[in-house]
């Protein structure tokens, strides 16, 4: 727990330091009030007992003053302490957003970190751990600053005393401990069965699924399954609270033999020593004092270890290194790309994805990877694109592994399309570009044809995309919005364009226009891209077919048709052979 805590302070310090400062303010003012009150009430008892009431009432009204005062100042620094509290917490979620950001992209397909990342989020949004971690550092330190202060006191008084709160506070320590323990077991268990609920009830709240809902049988799965998880779930809190409450008594019952202890042993010791009564009083003060800080700065440990253990996985997440080699190469222009015995298996997998695969793209060329479903072609791209290291082999740029290069200028410098890319509900433009040059980004528009439609709009390319935000914004279909992803991609003006399946959603006109443009459009760079439309690997200088894991071939179209044997000839042929169907029924119509 101790090093937790203090790998989180030292986290949240690095983020936050105003707040820790103020918490010393708060700590300082705490005790500071504390001890004068037992020292003025004490003193004003003396003063009557002494029968000199005027000091009395002078004392009396020093202790209201300079009571309000250091309750004002009190006020105060809790309130900027709050204040740094919120400011901590909102720039924690920046930090981990950045964090996630910046992760190496394999961990974003893992299991192991995805729940890492769920256990993160789970404890703070639905336990505020961060919030409450700060606070309870905070009140435990003023505790320790009280307890250090009284106790000094006590022990020069009496060290029965302290015996009978040690024994007692140890025992309730017991009761918390396995109070806690139990939570925490319940809190584990929960969270894979929360990763799912939450997984069924965001999909079933998608608008773009509610088609299947209607037409399959999948979204009466998933109602069935969230039906389960909530009676498993409100069984499993029903247990949880029955033995909480349980803890709970036997704690309160503890506490009550503690008081009564302490309080009969200061009767007892009244009865046969004569003290003065001044005296009798600011001790019982500090022993009052002491206890209740005690008791708290327990609770406030327990509640600690709980919170400690709740914000691990942040601590955790907060410490994930990169395990990517980061070279410092810049990548200026793209000459050559070349794979060279590059093997390839997915973290935590057996299944050898890519077998010893070579090949090289020289400036300028247009290749097509073309393959049956699962083959490997886009692990290609993300090994390229660096979202993973290869396993065996290396690739090279330029002649250089493209280990060596850094790795933000690197990705910097490829554009790149994914089956599964996504538009973000900003403005148009801000999808493209955040930073964009109006006529660069009409240019681009224009050569995916999308420049009429954004000119037309109301708020032209600063229309929202989406109305998530802004009712006023719009919605595109699938195509333009590939038509869209094509241009960001365009309109990073990059040496190397890489476009995985891009034109699958586009009209046959729209993707036909494309590919005979494709030469103007990609401003004769080098292109490699992915697609299952087999007419539009004519349009490339070479074709590497991909035949589970291997290269069968990388020839340019006419060669490969030669071989009528080949993967690449019957993929071609009963596509065409579709698209002779289709026309033929066109014109028969
Ligand atoms: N993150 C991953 N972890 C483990 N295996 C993966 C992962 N991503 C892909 N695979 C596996 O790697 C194999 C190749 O996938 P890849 O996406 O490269 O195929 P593809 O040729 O692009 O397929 P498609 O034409 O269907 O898009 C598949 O069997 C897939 O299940």
Redesign the pocket.
């Known amino acids: 727990m101790i090093k937790k805590l203090i790998k989180f302070v030292n986290i949240t310090f690095r983020i936050n330091p105003i707040y820790y400062f103020i918490m010393l303010l708060v700590s300082g003012v705490t005790i500071i009030g504390l001890i004068f009150n037992m020292y003025q009430i004490t003193y004003m008892i003396d003063m009557l007992l002494n029968q000199t009431k005027e000091e009395a009432l002078k004392a009396g009204l020093y202790l209201v003053v300079i009571n309000v005062l250091i309750y004002t100042v009190k006020t105060i620094l809790e309130y900027f302490q709050e204040n740094e509290s919120l400011k901590t917490k909102q720039k924690i979620n920046h930090y981990l957003a950045k964090k996630l950001m910046n992760m190496p992209y394999h961990y974003l397909?893992n299991t192991y970190y995805l729940d890492l990342k769920e256990r993160a989020r789970f404890a703070n949004d639905n336990q505020d751990a961060i919030g409450q971690l700060l606070a309870q550092l905070s009140s435990a330190f003023s505790s320790v600053v009280t307890i250090v202060s009284l106790g000094a006191l006590l022990v020069a008084y009496d060290y029965i005393i302290i015996a009978i709160l040690g024994v007692t506070t140890l025992m309730s320590i017991l009761v918390i401990l396995k109070g806690l323990k139990t939570q925490l077991g319940f809190y584990k268990d929960i969270i894979p069965v929360n990763r799912k609920y939450n997984y069924y009830l965001s999909e079933l709240g998608k608008v773009k699924y509610a088609k299947e809902y209607r037409f399959s049988d999948m979204g009466k799965l998933m109602q069935r399954e969230l039906k389960d998880f909530t009676e498993k779930t409100v069984k499993n809190f029903d247990k949880l609270n029955k033995k909480s409450s349980l803890y709970e008594s036997l704690l309160a019952s503890l506490q009550y033999i503690q008081m009564g202890g302490i309080y009969l042993y200061l009767g007892f010791k009244t009865l046969y020593q004569t003290k003065l009564i001044s005296s009798f009083t600011y001790y019982t003060q500090i022993i009052f004092n002491f206890y209740q800080t005690l008791v708290s700065f327990v609770r406030q440990l327990i509640t600690l270890k709980g919170l400690s253990q709740y914000v691990a996985p942040f601590i955790e997440l907060a410490e994930l290194k990169s395990t990517e080699e980061k070279g410092s190469k810049i990548l200026e222009e793209i000459k050559t790309v070349e794979f060279k015995n590059v093997s390839f298996t997915?973290p935590n997998?057996k299944n050898q994805?890519l077998n010893n695969i070579s090949f090289k793209i020289n400036a300028n060329e247009k290749i097509s990877i073309v393959?049956l479903?699962?083959?490997?072609?886009?692990?290609i791209i993300k090994l390229l694109t660096r979202l993973y290291d290869v396993t065996e082999g290396e690739i090279l740029i330029n002649d250089i592994n493209i280990k060596e290069y850094d790795i933000k200028n690197y990705r910097k410098i490829l554009s790149t399309v994914f089956?599964d890319f996504k538009m973000f509900s900003y403005d148009i433009a801000s999808n493209i570009d955040p930073t964009y040059k109006k006529e660069l980004l009409y240019k681009v528009l224009d050569k995916v044809d999308l420049k009429d439609k954004i000119e037309g709009l109301k708020f032209k390319e600063k229309t929202s995309y989406t109305k998530d935000y802004d009712p006023e914004g719009v919605m595109f279909s699938g195509g333009e919005e590939q038509k869209m992803a094509i241009a960001r991609a365009l309109y990073k003006q990059s040496d190397l364009i890489i476009l995985d399946e891009p034109t699958s959603a586009l009209d046959p006109m729209t993707e036909a226009a494309i590919y005979e443009n494709f030469n103007e459009i990609v401003l004769n760079k080098t292109t490699i891209y992915?697609s299952?439309r087999m007419s539009s690997s004519t349009f490339c200088d070479k074709i590497l077919v991909?035949n589970d894991g291997k290269v069968e071939s990388f020839l340019p179209h006419k060669e490969l048709m030669k071989n009528k044997e080949s993967l690449y000839y019957q993929l071609f042929m009963s596509q065409a052979k579709n698209y002779k169907i289709t026309k033929e029924n066109i014109a028969h119509v």
């Open positions: 397909e997915y997998t994805i393959g479903n699962g083959s490997g072609k886009t692990t089956q992915i299952h991909i």
